[in-house]
Nanobody, 127 residues
């Protein structure tokens, strides 16, 4: 079993930055591919970014490319989402998720591919 705890959310003005952290406990994070999802009120929970086991492979949705960066520190069992140039449409609850892929290079993109979820952290971007 693995536990995920997000932190770093808050309220920021448009154009500002936040860094989300996801602390992984229970088992070493090197065994899991990780993803950041977000869910705005009345909308589905969608993938924002994902990273494979080693950190050498990443994926971003088009709307955050060039603004968000996902990274991991396996020594600290932590995954990060650096969010720059934030926009009001980035407002959502952000969730960290983990999965054990069959292949080490896999960057999982589907919500149903993830087995473990954090409780979420609120990000609010004011205009």
């Amino acid at each position: 079993q693995v536990q995920l705890v997000e932190s770093g959310g808050g309220v920021v003005q448009a154009g500002g930055s936040l860094r989300l952290s996801c602390a992984v406990s229970g088992r070493t994070s090197t065994r899991y591919a990780m993803g950041w999802f977000r869910q705005a009120p009345g909308k589905e929970r969608d993938l924002v970014a994902a990273i494979n086991l080693s950190g050498g492979g990443t994926y971003y949705i088009d709307s955050v490319k060039g603004r968000f960066t996902i990274s991991r520190d396996n020594a600290k069992n932590t995954v990060y989402l650096q969010m720059n140039s934030l926009k009001p449409e980035d407002t959502a609850v952000y969730y960290c998720a983990a999965t054990r892929p069959v292949y080490t290079r896999t960057v999982p993109k589907g919500r149903n591919e993830y087995d473990y979820w954090g409780q979420g952290t609120q990000v609010t971007v004011s205009s």
